[in-house]
């Protein structure tokens, strides 16, 4: 046998030695999740009852209603006024005009934000077109749910609101209800707030409106009105490379408890065969040289 077959036996048994050693392998898994954002200046549901033939209009309005893109990213809006369709004969009928109305919603690797803020604000339902269910001079709501940190949720407003032409008082939180005989009643629910794992919300007031103006076809007004509403969650923080071992499976009839066995018992033994098996190379390569020499 020439020295290149020698060579390639030799070659041979030595990766027959790689592949008795167990081999480990790691993969990177980032689970990361997005987080959201929402923001509005108003939110209103209201149920309308008609004097001709007692037809009840469900009546919906948003005001720069905005939420964050898919991906991260800011959304906002700045409309100042919002509008109802389907009572006053057909005709816009305006719910909300503002001086300075805003939302923004904003999403990225360090968290979810959103914020809005209302001024000079003046809140109409059908039937009442020249009587305010409330006019107040600045509100806003902000939500923060930084990555890694506790979330927030806080709220601004005045310390009074006209509140169907009276004025009444506004309290840090809890509830104020303004009654006006022949008009109508409106509670009031005053930041309200929460937070949780990772998530905040938040609103500045929470109007219930029920209101009997006899006037523009329009025979009773039941509904929420919500201003400067803001939520958000934080996208889930980025995890590290997570290993993953693998070893090759022990005989059934291996007895671990007898030779001390642990989880570095693979190694040792893969080690040793791979010692074993390239000695047994080196002998054969020797062997074989001697033996041409003698041949020479």
Known sequence: MNRSACRRSAAALLAAAALTTPTATAHADDGRSEGTANAAVLRAGLDVSLLDGEVRVPLAAALNEVSAPEGGGS???????????????GQPFELLRADVASATATTGADGAFAETSLTGARVHVPGLPLLSVIELEAVSARAACPVGEEPAA???????????????ALT??????????GVGDVGLG?????????????????????????????????GTVTLAEVSCAAPAAEEGPRAQTVTEEQPADADLAETGGSSSTPYVVGGAAGLLVAGAATVLVARRRRAAADRG
Do not use: F, K, Q, Y
């Open 190 to 222: 005053l930041s309200t707030r929460e937070t949780g794992e990772g998530t905040a919300a938040a609103s500045a007031l929470d109007l219930t409106v029920h209101v009997n103006p006899l006037d523009l076809n329009v025979a009773e007004v039941t």
């Open 154 to 168: 806080e709220t601004e407003m005045p310390a009074t609101a006209t509140v169907l032409g009276r004025e009444a």
């Open 75 to 89: 959304a906002d809006d700045t409309v100042l006024t919002a509008s109802l369709e389907g009572v006053d004969g």
């Open 172 to 181: 840090a939180e809890g509830t104020t209800n303004v009654s006006v005989p």
